[in-house]
């Protein structure tokens, strides 16, 4: 210290010692609390011992600050501090510190080393401070991520978490505007926003790679920008609303779960600002924690919606037990009216008594059979409904003008509708009327099934009568005729039998592809149909076999019995356009012995019909000759008389595909009128009478004689009736 003080002129040596170990003792001593206040000892400690002004100088964001000491009052640049370290003059540099003297001054070297431990032991202060800014920070960041986990995770609905989540990363993150977007598809749309100005930012959409959310979305990384406006790294989508609403700045994390992106956090300010790490990392654990409560709450919903599931589905269940207990006692009390023969009207008195409902029961034609109101003095049934009903609920308009609603449900038996039931509801639940209306219809069902089979059962029995009286022998016919007696069937009065064929049905079958059971359908139907003519109408017994018909009338003359068989084929044909009926009735006979003549009579008009009418009804007293002639059709001097005057017309039209007979029809057909003939064939008048020769040729008539005229038109109509003609076949008898 001695050469030291020799150095300096004008500075006393006490005064340089006394410095100098004021400056060791500074700095083996306990260093002040803090950074500055240690640089002010520092600084007085480090004057005293130069002689001279010291000042304390610490690096921060580039440049050197004087934090004690007046010697400078400026900050220096980098390159200022380090041009006076080259020279060596009036500064001593440690770490982040520095202390600077008048250059002019001469300091010793080993007070100069001496100062630079000083810059050392200040730098280490001035860190410790940082590290105890750093612990400080962190701690407080920790405190403030802990209330936010606390009330996040203490959040259970999803809105309600998503609204916390941006709450409290606006304030964290000291920013305007905050928002979460979470994954929906191949986009992230906003969920909740917190300081937005404009609807439209609350309702952002986002695909990869627009904005700064979906540059998350795109790369799965955090992502910032310091200017919006100006940046290039991010799409211009969203430029516009970011002018609308003033931000400056952006920075958004991903939100992930078990390792999948499930949305993104993003914030914005409006002045200009830098987000630095810390920002980055407080951003990040907040995104963290607010995956783990969007998880926690979707959980939540998830089970709140299972447990309200649950609920509604042990309630139901409880309902359904209700409901079932009660149609199960239902469903007992209408079986026993079904048992105990009651009928439809006891079936709709039970059902309204027992619900207090209205009920109403519709016949096959839709007109109201019976009804009941319940505890209702009257009912409002319309009295005709549609005829096809379909189950379900459907507007009914009631006669005193009020439209409700009604549960229907139509009435099989025997694979047919044949009606259906309206229930009008009181205060029963629509689930117990969907079972009621359907136990209803099963019960309405059921009867008219045990109806159906007492009425089967005669019908059965009066239609082996009708077989009897027509095919059995006189003790059968008597004992027919004793029986019908007993079920109140009158055979008096003038009898006659019609026979009908139904000629196409399985042809509609096989076009329209009906089943077994559909063409039988079709030909109960033609039946039920005659059968519904019987009320006045004179038909006393009707069966059908196969596709043949017959039926039994009384007092029924030629017109009035020709006029039954049109009605009943024109309703056949109401329903089924494309069937065809043809029809044949006999003769009135007096006493019922007589009725298998009768029928004998009724086959022959019926194959007259065939032959002869096609699709009609002939009836055998107006057949004349054809008569004789359909009953005699067997013997064989009558086919020989056929065969001696077509045969070799027949067998030259065979060997030369020939038409002399079709030609031989044509020209008795037009009054042997050779032109009008040769007209109605299409060919010249010359080849008509060609093919006039080669049949007088043939045969040896003389067409220009009467006699051999008549025996050739007699001979062809002879071949007609007898289905020989043009290769008519008669049709086939079931009987």
Same mark, same amino acid.
């Given at each position: ?13 006490? !005064? ?76 001593? !540099? ?94 992230? $749309? ?14 952002? $959409? ?5 904005? !700064? ?7 799965? $990384? ?233 009425? $089967? ?75 519904g003519l019987e009320e006045g109408q004179g038909v006393v017994l009707a069966a059908i076999r196969g596709d043949a018909i017959a039926a039994i009338v009384a007092d029924l003359d030629r017109t009035a019995v020709r006029d039954l068989v049109s009605r009943l084929t024109a309703s056949v044909r109401r329903q089924w356009p494309d069937l065809r009926l043809t029809w044949g009735v006999s003769r009135a006979h007096d006493d019922v012995v007589e009725l298998p003549s009768a029928f004998n009579q009724a086959k022959i008009a019926l194959s007259a019909a065939h032959r002869l009418g096609g699709e009609n009804v002939f ?56 032109? !009008? ?49 043009d290769g008519a076949e008669p049709a086939s008898d079931p009987f």
């Amino acid at each position: 210290m001695t050469a030291a003080a020799g150095d300096m002129p004008g500075l006393p040596h006490s !005064v340089g010692l006394t410095g100098r170990r004021a400056l060791e003792a500074l700095l083996t001593g306990t260093p002040a609390t803090s950074g500055p206040a240690a640089a002010v000892q520092l600084s007085i400690a480090a004057s005293d011992a130069v002689g001279s002004t010291v000042s304390v100088m610490v690096r921060g964001d580039g440049e050197w600050t004087v934090v004690a000491g007046d010697l400078l009052t400026a900050p220096l640049k980098p390159d200022e501090l380090d041009l006076r370290r080259r020279r060596g003059t009036g500064i001593a !540099v440690a770490g982040r510190v520095a202390l600077l003297w008048e250059p002019s001054w001469p300091v010793a070297s080993t007070l100069q080393r001496l100062l630079g431990i000083a810059c050392a032991w200040l730098s280490m202060a001035f860190e410790r401070d940082d590290a105890f800014e750093r612990a400080k920070e962190a701690s407080d960041e920790s405190d403030v991520l802990r209330e936010v986990a606390g009330q996040l995770l203490t959040v259970r609905d999803l809105d309600q978490v998503l609204l916390s989540i941006v709450v409290r990363t606006l304030s964290l993150l000291d920013a305007d505007i905050c928002g979460v977007l979470l994954l929906e598809g191949d986009e992230v $749309r906003m969920r909740s926003c917190s300081g937005n100005r404009f609807v439209e930012t609350s309702r952002l $959409r986002m695909r990869r790679g627009q904005g !700064v959310a979906g540059l998350v979305f795109q790369t799965g $990384r955090p992502a910032k920008v310091d200017d919006y406006l100006a940046d290039t790294t991010i799409s211009d989508d969203f430029m516009t609303l970011a002018k609308k609403e003033g931000t400056r700045s952006a920075l958004a994390v991903p939100l992930r779960l078990q390792g999948e992106l499930i949305g993104v956090l993003e914030v914005w300010r409006r002045r200009p600002s830098l987000f630095v790490d810390r920002d980055v990392r407080r951003m990040v654990a907040l995104a963290e924690l607010a995956t783990i409560a969007i998880d926690n709450a979707r959980l939540n919903d998830q089970q709140t919606c299972a447990l309200a599931q649950l609920k509604e589905a042990r309630n139901a269940l409880e309902h359904q037990v209700t409901v079932l207990a009660r149609s199960s006692g239902l469903q007992q009390e209408l079986l026993n009216a079904v048992l105990e023969g009651g009928g439809l009207p006891v079936i709709a008195r039970t059902v309204a008594s027992e619900l207090d409902c209205q009920v109403g029961v519709y016949g096959p034609e839709g007109a109201l059979i019976t009804a009941h109101g319940g505890t209702r003095a009257m009912t409002s049934f319309p009295a005709c409904v549609p005829a096809r009903t379909k189950p379900g609920r459907r507007k009914l308009h009631l006669t005193d003008g009020e439209s409700v609603t009604a549960w229907t449900q139509p009435i099989y038996a025997d694979g047919d509708q044949v009606g259906a039931v309206y229930l009008i509801p009181g205060e029963q639940s629509e689930e117990m009327m969907d079972v009621v209306s359907g136990q209803v219809a099963m019960a309405c069902s059921l009867s008219l099934l045990r109806e159906r089979a007492a009425s $089967r059962a005669r019908i059965e029995e009066l239609e082996q009568v009708l077989w009897d009286l027509l095919q059995g022998s006189v003790e059968h016919r008597i004992a027919a005729r004793t029986r019908a007696n007993q079920m109140n069937v009158s055979l008096r009065g003038a009898l006659r039998v019609v026979y009908g064929r139904i000629e196409n049905v399985e042809e509609l079958a096989a076009r329209h592809g009906w089943d077994t059971s559909r063409t039988d359908r079709v030909r109960r139907d033609v039946l039920r149909t005659l059968r519904g003519l019987e009320e006045g109408q004179g038909v006393v017994l009707a069966a059908i076999r196969g596709d043949a018909i017959a039926a039994i009338v009384a007092d029924l003359d030629r017109t009035a019995v020709r006029d039954l068989v049109s009605r009943l084929t024109a309703s056949v044909r109401r329903q089924w356009p494309d069937l065809r009926l043809t029809w044949g009735v006999s003769r009135a006979h007096d006493d019922v012995v007589e009725l298998p003549s009768a029928f004998n009579q009724a086959k022959i008009a019926l194959s007259a019909a065939h032959r002869l009418g096609g699709e009609n009804v002939f009836l055998y007293e107006e057949l004349g000759i054809v008569r004789l002639l359909l009953g005699s059709g067997s013997d064989p001097d009558l086919q020989t008389f056929i065969k001696e005057v077509t045969g070799p017309l027949i067998a030259y039209d065979k060997e030369n595909n020939g038409a002399l007979i079709r030609t031989l029809r044509a020209f008795f057909d037009a009054d042997c009128l050779q032109r !009008v003939a040769a007209e109605r064939l299409f060919v010249h008048y010359k080849t008509l009478r060609y093919r006039l020769d080669q049949i007088e040729r043939l045969t040896g008539l003389d067409l220009d004689r009467h006699d051999d005229r008549m025996r050739a038109d007699f001979a062809l109509r002879l071949l007609q009736v007898n289905g020989q003609l043009d290769g008519a076949e008669p049709a086939s008898d079931p009987f």
